[in-house]
């Protein structure tokens, strides 16, 4: 149905210029569309680079949107692509005390059953990383906000889609 609301993940290859971020979310923000996760990073094609995004709306606005943000001169090609048709992560880090490490046996065993590991330890505190889904690094917190969380950071969403993108060779017939 184009008027149920849906979780899109949008994918934006593009040209790397300044203000382009700015001109993107101004086309979200001029629809009263929140963002739910933003990332950018390199991609495949050396010199491109892309952005992964997420919101929560209708079939027909993200078509809207789609042609918006292909109107932007630098923008090579937009995709938006369902659940069902990615395969996606996302990366957390925790800082914990240090004694909670050696005086909590539980928080080992939390680290271990959500297959997270442990990047650095010190004196004064631990750092654990983790990959996966939104849903595996709520639960994570959860277990370890119990004990107290001194820093949290999460990524945004990175995807791969199921299917082969064909943004690789649309690139290679505009060169020639």
Same mark, same amino acid.
């Given at each position: 149905?184009?008027?149920?609301? *849906?979780?899109?993940?949008? /994918?934006?290859?593009?040209?790397?210029?300044?203000?382009?971020?700015?001109?993107?979310?101004?086309?979200? =923000?001029?629809?009263?569309?929140?963002?739910?996760?933003?990332?950018? /990073?390199?991609?495949?094609?050396?010199?491109?680079?892309?952005?992964?995004?997420?919101?929560? +709306?209708?079939?027909?606005?993200?078509?809207? +949107?789609?042609? =918006? +943000?292909?109107?932007?001169?630098?923008?090579?090609?937009?995709?938006?692509?369902?659940?069902?048709?990615?395969?996606? =992560? $996302? /990366?957390? +880090?925790?800082?914990?005390?240090?004694?909670?490490?050696? @005086?909590?046996? $539980?928080? =080992?065993?939390?680290? *271990?059953?959500?297959?997270?590991?442990?990047?650095?330890?010190?004196?004064?505190?631990?750092?654990?990383?983790?990959?996966?889904? *939104?849903?595996?690094? @709520?639960?994570?917190?959860?277990?370890?906000?119990?004990?107290?969380?001194?820093?949290?950071?999460?990524?945004?969403?990175?995807?791969?889609? *199921? @299917?082969?993108?064909?943004?690789?060779?649309?690139?290679?017939?505009?060169?020639?």
């Amino acid at each position: 149905m184009e008027n149920e609301i *849906k979780q899109f993940t949008v /994918s934006i290859y593009t040209e790397n210029n300044i203000g382009l971020l700015n001109r993107i979310s101004a086309i979200f =923000q001029r629809r009263h569309i929140n963002i739910e996760s933003l990332n950018t /990073s390199p991609s495949e094609i050396e010199g491109v680079s892309r952005f992964t995004i997420v919101v929560n +709306i209708t079939e027909s606005q993200m078509k809207k +949107i789609q042609g =918006q +943000i292909e109107k932007q001169v630098e923008v090579i090609k937009a995709y938006y692509h369902t659940e069902e048709e990615i395969i996606y =992560q $996302q /990366s957390c +880090i925790f800082k914990m005390k240090s004694n909670l490490l050696f @005086d909590e046996r $539980q928080i =080992q065993n939390i680290i *271990k059953e959500s297959n997270a590991r442990i990047v650095t330890v010190n004196r004064n505190f631990f750092v654990i990383e983790k990959s996966g889904r *939104k849903e595996e690094i @709520d639960l994570l917190h959860r277990e370890l906000s119990v004990f107290g969380i001194m820093q949290f950071t999460r990524s945004g969403r990175i995807a791969v889609t *199921k @299917d082969e993108m064909k943004i690789s060779t649309m690139l290679l017939a505009l060169e020639h």
